[in-house]
């Protein structure tokens, strides 16, 4: 499924220049700390101050078959 999305962002959306390579680092298990240094960036916790401030809701989603995300991975946000 991640191929066939990163392929219609590429032709729909306006994706990140490097999504294929952080990608390519989870599927290879290779350079971990960039790619949560990566992911750190995109995190509603890393605006959450902002996003308090302006009185918003973030929404955590795990989908069937999601397997990157753990579905007890979405407890720490409500402790």
Known sequence: WANLLLVSGEIFGR???DLWRIWNSINTRNNI???KAWSDMRSPVAVVDK???RNVSVFLSNNFEDRLFKPDAALRYRQ
């Open 15 to 17: 994706e990140p220049a």
């Open 33 to 35: 700390s960039g790619v």
């Open 51 to 53: 996003l308090a401030a």
